[in-house]
């Protein structure tokens, strides 16, 4: 009895001594974590998916907040300064971080997720053949100033997946040590993803074929509705860039929403909704609640990881259509 007794003490001295030695070392682990820089805050959701506790990861656009339209501060630069990684999506979603890398001086491994995926060609406005202006060189400029391709892939889950593959193959190379946890945890989110690709899949059938129509702020959805099966039109085209709509292009996007013959259209919570407001109401639709497009929602809103998004997403846009 009492030789259990003491081989019991025994085991919990070693519990003691073990848990005693392991807190400082698990200090310094922290101070050797990999530092790793996310672009925007969808982005932030699927890295810190992936790596859970074993990088340090901090993110520029935070919540709720542009990328198209971001300016970067000094503090942007100081953690860029600091980084090992930095992810981004490229096809100029990002147009201040190669201004922003050049003067932080950063020796990181940049990864853009979407060189070498097939995207979808921007070609100007959305509305460009419909609204026959002649003038060539104004689809130029927009061309120009917008990118060739459309950076909006995360809208298509199938995309996310490769996506997510890609940010766990650049983890493991940069921290073989933890390559393990990263293969098991992007293992465990890429299911998670798959079902909510597939949920996708199946619900958007509660919405009759010929109201698969989003119409909203800018042109954000190109992946989704190639996707699951929506035609896609949009006020400002394909960033939020784009300067407000004349009163005439304001126009003509009423006469469209009349025509689409959709119950309602959409804003987003990365812009004002003043402009789709005016088009609800002078062509007699509903504005549908603000769908999360390139960033996500406030801690504690029902947008605040990408899975949440994807499905408040899914069900506004069910509700509002069906
Ligand atoms: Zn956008």
Not at 97 to 107: F, N
Not at 245 to 267: D, M
């Amino acid at each position: 009895m009492f030789r259990l007794r003491s081989q019991i003490l025994g085991i919990l001295l070693c519990a003691a001594l073990i848990v005693a030695v392991a807190v400082p070392m698990s200090g310094a682990a922290a101070e050797n974590r990999l530092k790793v820089v996310a672009t925007f805050s969808i982005l932030g959701d699927w890295i810190a998916n992936v790596a859970a506790d074993k990088v340090d990861l901090q993110v520029l656009v935070g919540a709720g907040s542009d990328s198209h339209t971001y300016e970067p501060s000094p503090a942007d630069s100081a953690v860029l300064s600091q980084a090992d990684l930095i992810f981004a999506i490229g096809a100029e979603f990002e147009p201040w971080l190669d201004a922003l890398v050049e003067s932080s001086g950063t020796k990181a491994k940049r990864i853009v997720l979407t060189e070498g995926l097939e995207l979808l060609p921007f070609e100007g406005h959305a509305h460009e053949e419909d609204m026959h202006h002649d003038g060539e060189g104004e689809a130029d400029d927009a061309e120009h100033a917008h990118g060739e391709f459309d950076p909006h892939v995360w809208h298509d889950v199938s995309l996310v997946i490769k996506l997510v593959e890609r940010i766990r193959d650049a983890l493991v190379e940069a921290d073989a040590a933890n390559a393990e946890s990263y293969t098991q945890q992007a293992a465990l989110y890429i299911a998670q993803l798959g079902l909510l690709d597939g949920e996708i899949l199946l619900s958007v059938d509660e919405v009759p074929e010929a109201r698969r129509v989003l119409i909203t702020t800018h042109e954000t959805f190109a992946y989704f509705g190639a996707r699951y099966g929506f035609k896609v039109d949009s006020a400002l085209g394909v960033t939020t860039e784009a300067a407000d709509p004349s009163a005439g292009e304001i126009a003509e996007l009423i006469e469209r929403v009349k025509a689409a013959g959709v119950p309602a259209i959409f804003a987003d919570n990365v812009t004002n909704p003043r402009l789709m407001e005016q088009i609800a109401r002078e062509a007699g639709v509903k504005l549908a609640p603000p769908l999360f497009t390139d960033a996500l929602g406030e801690a504690g809103s029902e947008g605040d990881t990408y899975l949440k998004m994807m499905r408040y997403n899914l069900k506004t846009i069910i509700e509002a259509l069906k």
